[in-house]
Structure formats: C-alpha cells, structure tokens
C-alpha cells in the first residue's frame, strides 16, 4: 500500500513538473529585431527564421542554438520564408524579390525571373505546387508553376498584398492593406472583391475542412464558404490587430495579434489567452509556426518563443454528448465545451480526489447545442480534481491537474 501510494505520489509530482514547464519560454543566441518569419523544414524539423533588418538565421534543434544563415542574400531586409513539401526554402526579401535554398539556408540563389516588382510581403505555396507571391507598392500577385523558376503577374494592379492563400475549392484570395480582399477563381483573369473594402488584412489560414481563417486590423472573421462571406469571431480575444495565425496538428488556432496570442480549440468560437511567460513588453506578434512536432513558435519584436504544450487537450464522449475541455494542466482556469444531442438539463460538479464536493458550475443548466463554462479555482491545493458532467441518467467524468 506505501509503495503504491509513492507510486502515485510521483507519478503526481512528474506530471506537476510537466505543468510548470508548459510556458512560452524564449529561444537564446538570437540578434534583437523583429521576427517578420518563421518556416519549418517538413522533411528534417530545421527551422528558419527571418529577422527584419538581421537576415535569417537557422536551428537545427527545435529553436535551440541559432546561427546565421544568409549566405548569399543580398539585403537583410526579411518578409517572409516558406518551405514546400520537398524541403526547399524560397524568402522574400523587402526590394530584393525572391530567393531559394535547398540546403536549409546553407547558400541561397536568385529566382527573379518575371517578378517585376521586388518588394515581397508574402508567399503561399499551393496543395498542387504552385507558388504565389504578394507584394507592395504598386504591388499584386505573382504566381509560378515552375518552382519559382519563372514568374507571371496575376494583375491584382496597384495592392499592397500582405497574404495570399489558395481555397479548397482552388480559387486564390489576396488579402490587401487598405482595399480589403480579392478572389480569383479563373487564374487572374478576373479578380472580384469579396469584402473588408476599408480593411487591413494581415494574415490568412485554412484548416483541413477548408475552412478560412482570417485576421485584420479590427480581429477575426472566418468564411465556411471559400472566401464568399465572413463571420467575425472574436469572443475572448477582443478586436486586436492579428498580424499572425497559425493551426496545430490537433486543429487548435492560434493567434497573435497586438495583445499578445490567443488559442480556440472550437473553430474559432471562443478564445483564450496563452501568453504565459512572454514579458509584457513582447505581446505584439508578428509571427506563428505550428511545427511538424507541434512546438509552437512565435516571433516577436525581441525574438523567438516556443512552447511544448502545443495541445493539452482532454475529449471525453459519451451517448449522444461530448464534453472537451482545456487546458489540462491548469494555472488560472479551465474552459470546459459541452455538446450533446439531447435537450434535457444538465449538471457540472467539481470534486477533489476523495470525492468531496469542491464547486457546483452549473446546476439544471438548459443546454443550448454548445455551451462554454470556466472554472477558476480560487483557495485549493495543488493537485488532481475531479468534474463530473450528469445529464439524465447519463453521468462522465475527467481528471484535471490544478497548480499554483
């Protein structure tokens, strides 16, 4: 019986280690400045990140031990580093058009071919190979089909194209600074304005069910319907600039914007804070990897931070409901999302290990399809808890990690 108890004691005390660690913490051996990029290699996990002013600098460890690798660059005046799925790099350089390496920035060679204007903001690299690039002063989108080899204008005439994404439905969408955002559906030979006419958009995502995430000077929108019309979604978040987002293995997105980075892990219907161990001075975001191990990586004005707790979270089902919640281990509180089928009240209990009644979150509570609860644990030990959903006579319940 004592060994069992130490057996669980410890396993208690690891699994608290673990919880505590689970913080942005900020990457070493990296020169001041604003980290416009940040691009994984999907073939050997390397990573690149352009530094506006600086140049590009790789690590070959998961954001460990940094060094310079601009070698043939002409300018240090990085926008933007995207990988294809062969592990070749293409950067973008502000004046300077584009550039390609295929030994993860060990040596880099021009591919200017047919871009006649230099001043890169973006680029997007398609399902089916095609690359796009976005650019400014009287800029518009490029595109090749020949892995950047050649170059021909998509005659978006005279926008500042700050992102370019391709739909699932193979249009192409073009985010601008000041005129809002513009699709093709026929390769650029027509463009129409689907939006945001007086808008600034920074930045644009799409998740495995293709739908679009999008974010602008004033928050969110998402379009479940290829770029047709959006719906903002900010609750949580608040309508901070979003110069960033990116979306983990899990289909977690995250966030950076003005006020720090932000996570949903429901499509972008609620958010919740994440900026644990990122000093106040560098909560504006100018950049957001998820990587191919699902460290998350975020560039600020002063450098790199990551996290490993890219997703911790907890799904438990039962007959026709579902019940997530995240994040587990918790510090400040828990957001708990219940689903169900059914429409008969339901219950929320929090419990302590040996079953004693810790807080009653909900009581007879009317679901309404998708409901949104937080617990915020005030004057409790450190240690596992215990919530229980009741709804009829169907009971679930999870284990969470609370600290202090």
């Known amino acids: 019986?004592?060994?069992?108890?130490?057996?669980?004691?410890?396993?208690m005390m690891l699994n608290l280690e673990v919880?505590?660690?689970?913080?942005?913490?900020?990457?070493?051996?990296?020169?001041?400045?604003?980290?416009?990029?940040?691009a994984v290699n999907p073939k050997n996990g390397k990573i690149l990140a352009g530094i506006y002013g600086e140049g590009v600098f790789r690590s070959d460890f998961n954001g460990k031990n940094w060094t310079n690798?601009?070698?043939?660059?002409?300018?240090?005046?990085?926008?933007?580093?995207?990988?294809?799925?062969?592990?070749?790099?293409?950067?973008?350089?502000?004046?300077?058009?584009?550039?390609k390496s295929t030994n993860d920035g060990q040596s880099w060679t021009e591919s200017n071919n047919g871009l006649t204007n230099k001043n890169i903001l973006d680029i997007n690299i398609s399902l089916n190979g095609r690359l796009y690039a976005g650019t400014w002063f009287y800029g518009s989108v490029f595109v090749s089909t020949d892995n950047g080899a050649t170059w021909t204008d998509m005659k978006l005439d005279n926008k500042d194209v700050h992102s370019v994404i391709t739909t699932k439905d193979g249009s192409v969408l073009a985010g601008t600074e000041y005129n809002g955002l513009y699709k093709t559906s026929d390769?650029?030979?027509?463009?129409?304005?689907?939006?945001?006419?007086?808008?600034?958009?920074?930045?644009?995502?799409?998740d495995s069910d293709g739908r679009i995430f999008l974010g602008a000077k004033d928050?969110?929108?998402?379009s479940e319907n290829n770029g047709e019309s959006w719906t903002a979604q900010n609750k949580g978040m608040g309508t901070n600039l979003i110069r960033a987002l990116t979306i983990s293995k899990a289909k977690s997105i995250f966030a950076g914007t003005s006020a720090g980075i932000f996570r949903s892990i429901d499509?972008?219907?609620?958010?919740?804070?994440?900026?644990?161990?990122?000093?106040?001075?560098?909560k504006n975001i100018f950049s957001l990897l998820a990587g191919i191990d699902d460290i998350i990586y975020a560039g600020t004005a002063s450098g790199i931070y990551k996290t490993q707790t890219a997703d911790n979270i907890d799904e438990m089902s039962g007959d026709n409901f579902q019940v997530s919640f995240y994040p587990n281990p918790i510090n400040e509180k828990v957001i708990i999302i219940i689903k169900s089928n059914e429409i008969e009240p339901y219950s929320l209990n929090i419990y302590d290990i040996s079953g004693r009644l810790i807080e009653i979150i909900a009581e007879n509570e009317s679901l309404?399809?998708?409901?949104?609860?937080?617990?915020?644990p005030v004057n409790i030990n450190t240690g596992f808890y215990i919530f229980r959903l009741m709804q009829g006579n169907k009971t679930i319940?999870?284990?969470?990690?609370?600290?202090?």
């Open 219 to 222: 928050g969110l929108y998402v």
């Open 1 to 11: 019986m004592k060994n069992m108890l130490f057996l669980g004691l410890m396993i």
């Open 267 to 282: 499509k972008g219907l609620n958010w919740m804070e994440y900026n644990d161990g990122i000093d106040n001075n560098n």
């Open 69 to 99: 690798a601009s070698s043939g660059l002409p300018d240090k005046l990085i926008k933007v580093i995207r990988y294809d799925s062969d592990g070749i790099a293409f950067a973008g350089l502000n004046g300077k058009g584009i550039f």
């Open 368 to 376: 309404t399809g998708n409901d949104v609860l937080e617990w915020h």
């Open 397 to 404: 319940s999870g284990k969470i990690l609370y600290y202090r």
């Open 19 to 38: 919880a505590i660690s689970q913080v942005w913490k900020k990457a070493d051996s990296l020169p001041v400045g604003i980290v416009e990029t940040i």
């Open 187 to 206: 390769n650029g030979k027509s463009w129409k304005s689907v939006g945001f006419s007086s808008n600034n958009i920074y930045d644009m995502v799409v």
